[in-house]
């Protein structure tokens, strides 16, 4: 039986959450990139670089691609020691990437040449902000109890861990998503 989720209290570091990553992407707009010296020439470059992930031996490439989405949920966890702030860099930057990225492509490729390798992606966003939700919730309350000495709240270490778990699971299987989905 999967552990009944009660967001009541989590709720607004979850909102909190997905608008730092939605702040990083908003972010990339206004960064200048020099698209003047970005032709359709450039679209035989991208290609050349994924067809290294085409033909590289899949089990390799899922284990790369597993241990560096883990290792930005890593990130996110240790950052709740700096209170959040740490896992507010790293999931602004994962924002402030994707947008990047799609700012990059939108003149290269097809709406639906865009879709079919982002998608697979987006499973990857749920572990990143489930992740980055936990760093909020315990980082607010390891700040609170440091500093104001507030221990009137317990913190609920069954959600947390059942979180922890479950953006780990998610994250694995987003890495399967694109090693066989987004990378064919």
Same mark, same amino acid.
Request: charged share 15%; hydrophobic share 45%; net charge positive.
């Given at each position: 039986?999967? =552990?009944?989720?009660?967001?009541?209290?989590? +709720?607004?570091?979850? *909102?909190?959450?997905? %608008?730092?990553?939605?702040?990083?992407?908003?972010?990339?707009?206004?960064?200048?990139? !020099?698209? !003047?010296?970005?032709?359709?020439?450039? +679209?035989?470059?991208?290609?050349?670089?994924?067809?290294?992930?085409?033909?590289?031996? +899949?089990?390799?490439?899922? +284990?790369?691609?597993?241990?560096?989405?883990?290792?930005?949920?890593? *990130?996110?966890?240790?950052?709740?020691?700096?209170?959040? %702030?740490?896992?507010?860099?790293?999931?602004?930057?994962?924002?402030?990437?994707?947008? =990047?990225?799609?700012?990059?492509?939108?003149? *290269? =490729?097809?709406? &639906?040449?865009?879709?079919?390798? %982002?998608?697979? &992606?987006?499973?990857?966003?749920?572990?990143?902000?489930? #992740?980055?939700?936990?760093?909020?919730?315990?980082?607010? &309350?390891?700040?609170?109890?440091?500093?104001?000495?507030?221990?009137?709240?317990? *913190? !609920?270490?069954?959600k947390i861990a059942?979180?922890?778990?479950? #953006?780990?699971?998610?994250?694995?299987?987003?890495g399967v998503f694109e090693v066989y989905?987004?990378? !064919?």
């Amino acid at each position: 039986m999967l =552990y009944p989720l009660n967001f009541v209290r989590m +709720k607004k570091y979850l *909102i909190l959450s997905v %608008i730092t990553y939605i702040i990083g992407a908003l972010f990339s707009l206004f960064v200048k990139i !020099d698209f !003047d010296n970005y032709s359709k020439t450039d +679209k035989n470059k991208i290609e050349l670089f994924y067809s290294g992930f085409k033909t590289e031996n +899949k089990p390799e490439l899922l +284990k790369a691609i597993i241990k560096n989405n883990l290792t930005v949920l890593m *990130i996110n966890f240790i950052g709740i020691f700096s209170f959040g %702030i740490l896992s507010c860099i790293n999931t602004a930057y994962n924002g402030f990437t994707l947008g =990047y990225i799609l700012r990059c492509v939108l003149g *290269i =490729y097809s709406i &639906h040449d865009i879709l079919n390798h %982002i998608l697979p &992606h987006s499973v990857e966003l749920i572990g990143l902000i489930l #992740s980055t939700t936990v760093a909020y919730y315990c980082g607010v &309350h390891l700040f609170r109890s440091c500093f104001f000495k507030q221990n009137n709240y317990k *913190i !609920d270490y069954k959600k947390i861990a059942y979180l922890v778990a479950l #953006s780990v699971v998610i994250t694995t299987v987003a890495g399967v998503f694109e090693v066989y989905a987004s990378m !064919d």
